[in-house]
């Protein structure tokens, strides 16, 4: 089992910024590749971005790519997501999840064992 605790989500200003944080507890021996995923009201959930914790490969979806940074801290078996220039598009309830098969079909949440929470980020206009 691997619990994932999401934090780091509030309400920002377009154009804010915000680092949203998942920290992996329980068996992460496994953790190969953690995600970020997010799902606004009425809409589906959305892959943001993925990382593969070694060595460290990264995916970012070209709609949020030059504005979002995936990284990991291997001692704290943490992932963030660094949000720069936020718009109200953003808004959406986001969430980690940890993928213990192979580095391919990133966007597809079926193929993601463990899921966290989520944090609600909310971007004002």
């Known amino acids: 089992q691997v619990q994932l605790v999401e934090s780091g989500g509030g309400l920002v200003q377009a154009g804010g910024s915000l680092r949203l944080s998942c920290a992996a507890s329980?068996?992460?021996?496994?953790?190969?590749?953690m995600g970020w995923f997010r799902q606004a009201p009425g809409q589906g959930r959305e892959f943001v971005a993925a990382?593969?914790?070694?060595?460290?490969?990264?995916y970012v979806v070209d709609s949020v790519k030059g504005r979002f940074t995936i990284s990991r801290d291997n001692t704290k078996t943490t992932v963030y997501l660094q949000m720069n220039n936020l718009n109200p598009e953003d808004t959406a309830v986001y969430y980690c999840?940890?993928?213990?098969?192979?580095?391919?079909?990133?966007?597809?949440?079926?193929?993601?064992?463990?899921w966290g929470q989520g944090t609600q980020v909310t971007v004002s206009s």
């Open positions: 329980g068996s992460t021996f496994g953790t190969t590749i």
């Open positions: 999840a940890n993928k213990r098969s192979q580095w391919s079909s990133l966007a597809s949440a079926t193929g993601y064992d463990y």
């Open positions: 990382i593969r914790w070694r060595p460290g490969d990264t």
